[in-house]
T-cell receptor, first 114, second 110 residues
């Protein structure tokens, strides 16, 4: 089966600019996650969707980050305006069910903010 | 709430064994283990639910001590392909939120 798809793979922007990332989860997976992984650290959950509803977004900096999953399938994460500290790899993952099911990660988008 | 992993890094010779630990200050519902190679996505290894069960996957196994709120990942007879960063992710009671540790870097040399 096809894995989790993400685009773009790399993005370089200047601070205060905006950027958007796209994720297409594995077909049939109801739960979708966005993680931020700063170099040398573990993934940090930004937002979790169950179908097209938000389950957890407690660590999403809502003054600059937004995410949506309109039809319960693919998702978009946006940063506006970007800060230097947003430089990281943004990973999208999906799972068939929430909680105890394994998560399948996409290849990630490496964002560099200059 | 972030789990603490130890050691931070370990270097092995091919065929040697290693243990990676993951400890939490909070009660845990489950522990997930992932391996990430440089520049790649994390790959799922196994999930352990509270109850102290132990799981195995080829020559990689793990245990979960609910009372001590810690899990250990055992790599036996290590292979070159085991090199990478191992992350534990912990899940609290009544929450599906996964919190990852900072990782343990493992290097297996010939």
């Amino acid at each position: 089966e096809a894995g989790v798809a993400q685009s773009p793979r790399y993005k370089i922007i200047e601070k205060r600019q905006s950027v958007a990332f796209w994720c297409n989860p594995i077909s049939g997976h109801a739960t979708l996650y966005w993680y931020q992984q700063i170099l040398g650290q573990g993934p940090k959950l930004l937002i979790q969707f169950q179908n097209n509803g938000v389950v957890d977004d407690s660590q999403l900096p809502k003054d600059r980050f937004s995410a949506e999953r309109l039809k319960g399938v693919d998702s978009t994460l946006k940063i506006q305006p970007a800060k230097l500290e947003d430089s990281a790899v943004y990973l999208c993952a999906s799972s068939l069910l929430p909680g105890t099911n394994e998560q399948y990660f996409g290849p990630g988008t490496r964002l560099t903010v200059t | 709430q972030q789990p603490v992993q130890s050691p931070q890094a370990v270097i092995l010779r091919e065929g040697e064994d290693a243990v990676i630990n993951c400890s939490s200050s909070k009660a845990l519902y489950s522990v997930h283990w992932y391996r990430q190679k440089h520049g790649e996505a994390p790959i799922f290894l196994m999930i352990l639910l509270k109850g102290g069960e132990q799981k195995g996957h080829d020559k990689i196994s793990a245990s979960f001590n609910e009372k001590k709120q810690q899990s250990s990942l055992y790599l036996t007879a290590s292979q070159l392909s085991y090199s990478g960063t191992y992350f534990c992710g912990t899940e609290m009671d009544s929450s599906y939120k996964l919190i990852f540790g900072s990782g343990t870097r493992l290097l297996v040399r010939p």
